[in-house]
Structures are given as structure tokens and as C-alpha cells.
T-cell receptor, first 112, second 108 residues
């Protein structure tokens, strides 16, 4: 148990669907992150939120839309995804941006 | 690229042996962190070494940092089958930049 919970663990969706990934942290952290992990590629940072404000968008396509309603919850809204978006999406949190990150176990996303 | 680059990409050893993984990076850092990822799971933080530190220990883990060479190493001593995982270094330049990792297999 890492203190970071991601749901769902697995998601299969068609390219025209709209779905959301959810992340919740129970650690009292102030920074939250979305990463994409594809086979044979380095972990890619997508978005960073500090104190609920987005501080990093790493040139992510607009079909990925993050939302951080409070410091404990982070969402990733998905629409009109492409097959190359199939990957493991990991959420993480940390007290501050320089400090160790705690990861959830990810959502395995498959786009049909 | 600022990312950490791990070497080797894959390592297979017998239980009880030591495992050494290396990391190189390209820019100035605040600290450098090492993480482990078991198959199908998220990353787990192992150890953080600050830019003004040269060596750090945690249990069977030993991390070194050479900022002049922009390199770090992770040594796992007396390895166990449970150490089988992927290991990532993450230089911290204000954000963590992960490499592709080293896949370690420890055979019983």
C-alpha cells in the first residue's frame, strides 16, 4: 500500500469513447503527477500540479485533459484517443517537487 | 536529453551475488533518486542522494554520485530473488527525468 490509489486498474476503450482515470492520495502531499509508461520507452512526465495549480504540461495532446479539484485528487479525462495512447498511466504524489514521489499501481489503458 | 540513462539495460545474476547498475545524466541536478518497479506495479522510491553527497547507504543498497562525471551507481549486495525488478535512476532538475531502466533478474 503506497498511499496512492488509482482506478480503474484496467480500461479498454474505443477511439470515440470518453473516459476518466482517477487518482487519490492519502499522504497529505502538495504535488501530483501524471506519467505515461509505454513499452521500450522511458517514463514520460505528462502533467504536474502543485497546490492544485497546473505547473507543467509536457506538450501533451489536448485529447488528454487533467483536472485537480483538490490536493488529494487528480483526474485524467480521455477523449478521442489513438491506438498509440495504449500504455500504463501512472499517478504519483510528493510533498514538494524535489522530494521522493509515491506512485500508484497505474491504469493499464488499451485503445481498440 | 536530460534524462537519466541506465546501464546495462538488462542484468541477470545468481542469488547472493552483487548487482551494480549505472546511471548517467547531462545537466546540473538538485538530487538524484533511484526507484524500483516490479512487474505490473508502480514505481517505489528506494533512495535519494543530494548533489553535495558522494555516497549513501540504505540496508543492502549503496548509491554513489559523481557530479563531475554526471554519473551515479546503485549497488545491491547479497541479491535475493525478490530483488528481481526494473530499476530507474531519476536526476532531479526541478522535475524527475526517468530513463528506460535496468531490468534485473536474480535467479534462485
Amino acid at each position: 500500500e503506497t498511499g496512492v490509489t488509482q482506478t480503474p486498474r484496467h480500461l479498454v476503450m474505443g477511439m470515440t469513447n470518453k473516459k476518466s482515470l482517477k487518482c487519490e492520495q492519502h499522504l497529505g502531499h502538495n504535488a501530483m503527477y501524471w506519467y505515461k509508461q509505454s513499452a521500450k520507452k522511458p517514463l514520460e512526465l505528462m502533467f504536474v500540479y502543485n497546490f492544485k495549480e497546473q505547473t507543467e504540461n509536457n506538450s501533451v495532446p489536448s485529447r488528454f485533459s487533467p483536472e485537480c479539484p483538490n490536493s488529494s485528487h487528480l483526474f485524467l479525462h480521455l477523449h478521442t484517443l489513438q491506438p498509440e495512447d495504449s500504455a500504463l498511466y501512472l499517478c504519483a504524489s510528493s510533498q514538494l517537487s524535489n522530494q521522493p514521489q509515491h506512485f500508484g499501481d497505474g491504469t493499464r489503458l488499451s485503445i481498440l | 536529453s536530460q534524462q537519466g540513462e541506465e546501464d546495462p539495460q538488462a542484468l541477470s545474476i545468481q542469488e547472493g551475488e552483487n548487482a551494480t547498475m549505472n546511471c548517467s545524466y547531462k545537466t546540473s541536478i538538485n538530487n538524484l533518486q533511484w526507484y524500483r518497479q516490479n512487474s505490473g506495479r508502480g514505481l517505489v522510491h528506494l533512495i535519494l542522494i543530494r548533489s553535495n553527497e558522494r555516497e549513501k547507504h540504505s540496508g543492502r543498497l549503496r548509491v554513489t554520485l559523481d557530479t563531475s562525471k554526471k554519473s551515479s551507481s546503485l549497488l545491491i549486495t547479497a541479491s535475493r530473488a525478490a530483488d528481481t525488478a526494473s530499476y530507474f535512476c531519476a536526476p532531479n532538475t526541478g522535475k524527475l527525468i526517468f530513463g528506460q531502466g535496468t531490468t534485473l533478474q536474480v535467479k534462485p
